[in-house]
């Protein structure tokens, strides 16, 4: 009750795309999680790929797929009409068909009625399950770590996704948890913490991030930021639910203003740090910052790396860009584990 | 869009109830929006009576009603069978039928069917109506107070009542403005602000509280508390949302430890003052906070006023119990609208 379960092995649909922007949600799929994509499949006029083999749903099938993933965003969201055929045919080749788009596949008539008599899903990402709880307040065991932001949509997944796959290769067990549409898929289940009812938010991240053993780590996708005036309400249920040991700040170097809303300066580093370290120890009196994410992607290598120095010796904390790995992110991801 | 409009003249139905504490919101429309009642109805059984007039809907419609509300609670949020013919009577009879109950009237097939069949809208308070934005986080005109707590449940309501009726009788212009299931009742219009998708909270108070009169004062029902651990992000969003050039902080006297998270102690009145303010400068730099609501239901008149008065020298601000009015009370409503 509560998560949304996804099939595990899949085919990825691509549309018509021309734009690799709007294939996010394939890339991210191909990439953090390549044992659960089988193939991919696309329709005349797509001129995008994400390299894996190309297969009809019958033969996705024959391979072990069990679901059809729309990889694509598609403007306003809204299911095309020409993707039809093909989730028909899908689901009547017997996958599950997933979705993380406005408009939902199980309103459209035509796909409920297939999905009913081949006995198969529609799962729509963006819909919450029915059963979160008011949260309880109370502490889990395990250890949880929760990515947080000075704005929104600077790195707060991949981050999470980052950290996580380093913690397993280090061989602690450890666990991505999915928030938004994107980290779902990736993850398989999870939920989409922003579509739920706000009475509901931070019991929704409680049951994210069950109790586990002492060593395991919850790696939690971060939403929105407690600075941004439209979301504020989301980060904040979801830092009191995760009830996070540790959290690391992500920030875009260079963001001045906020996403959408302009004329609200990004804050400090300093400044999101204490704030979250605040209001996160009201359900976690030990939670503490192990570092800085930051998102130097407009930087060559070099001064990626100069940046990274002058921020740590200046922050005091170890600070790394995920996407360019190194002994910088090992620091961080070292100071994340430190007792 | 986006709030929920009631009728504005009404029945209240006080059911079979035998409880007054299962009646409160039937005396909060009595107390607070007498000129929107025109009588009452109950069922046999039924011990409790407002003293408003008793009435059939019939009678009622010819008084000038349109509407019928569910006055009382019931345990569970169900919709009783008992009450269904006299639903049914009071569509037949020209009236709307509003109710707070979890359990949705629209969800009662019977009930849906007469109300298409007589043209009446069957309204449930706690689901909030279609068209609430993402929060612009724009400054808006006109001034707003919001009312803040140290916990649920402890007087937000009251206060914000009591300071709306007093700037009205002051002669300046003032809105209350409800943002839960009796607070909406009693406005007559509002949105339950803990039921709207998570993305809309800040939204929904923005469109709660919209442009108006640069002297015009919107009184905000608060909801929840920053530092309950199931209910925080629900507080801010209202908080962000709102702009707050006042905010009221409520608390009650003697209470240790949060509502239904008895582990979770209550705050101190500065920090909950603090917390506050510095969140609600993100979106209204010229956030402050006019004094402090003491509920001091538990003590007598005189042990009221020596509280009252070491807690405002304490705290250095106007400190009321708006229960009990007097000259305290004038100090903290004269503090609301000092420039």
Redesign the interface.
């Known amino acids: 009750m509560g998560s949304i379960e996804l099939p595990q092995r899949c085919l990825i649909f691509l549309g018509e795309v021309t734009d690799p922007s709007m294939a996010k949600t394939a890339f991210g799929l191909r990439d953090w999680a390549p044992q659960r994509c089988v193939g991919e499949y696309s329709l005349p006029g797509c001129t995008v790929s994400t390299g894996l083999p190309r297969l009809t749903p019958t033969q996705a099938r024959e391979r072990g797929a069990d679901g059809f993933i729309i990889g694509v965003a598609n403007f306003g969201g809204i299911l095309a009409e020409s993707w039809i055929p093909i989730l028909l045919e899908a689901l009547g080749a017997g996958l599950d068909v997933v979705s993380g788009m406005h408009s939902r596949l199980t309103d459209h008539a035509q796909l409920s009625a297939a999905a009913q008599r081949y006995g198969r899903k529609l799962i729509d990402v963006r819909k919450p399950a029915a059963g979160i709880p008011?949260?309880?307040?109370?502490k889990r065991t395990g250890k949880r770590l929760l990515t947080v932001g000075t704005d929104c949509a600077l790195g707060k997944k991949y981050t999470a996704l980052a950290i996580a796959r380093a913690l397993q290769a280090r061989g602690l067990p450890a666990t991505f948890r999915g928030t938004g549409q994107t980290g779902i898929m990736i993850a398989g289940a999870g939920i989409p913490?922003?579509?739920?009812?706000?009475?509901f938010?931070?019991?929704a991240a409680e049951l994210l991030t069950p109790d586990a053993a002492p060593e395991h780590w919850d790696v939690v996708e971060g939403q929105g930021s407690?600075?941004h005036?439209?979301?504020?309400?989301?980060?904040?249920?979801?830092l009191?639910?995760t009830q996070p040991d540790v959290i690391v700040v992500c920030h875009e170097l260079g963001r001045t203003h906020l996403v959408?809303?302009p004329?609200?300066p990004v804050p400090s580093l300093f400044e999101t740090i204490d704030?979250n370290l605040?209001?996160a120890r009201?359900?976690n009196p030990q939670a503490r910052c192990a570092g800085i994410s930051l998102n130097t992607a407009a930087l060559s290598p070099s001064e990626a790396s100069n940046v990274l120095e002058e921020h740590s010796s200046r922050l005091r904390l170890p600070v790394a860009d995920p996407m360019r790995g190194g002994p910088a992110f090992e620091r961080l991801v070292q100071a994340c584990i430190a007792q």
Chains 1, 2 share one sequence.
């Open positions: 008011v949260a309880s307040g109370r913490i922003d579509a739920v009812v706000a009475d938010v931070a019991g407690l600075f005036p439209s979301y504020a309400g989301v980060s904040l249920g979801l009191h639910g959408d809303v004329e609200y704030l605040r209001l009201r359900t």
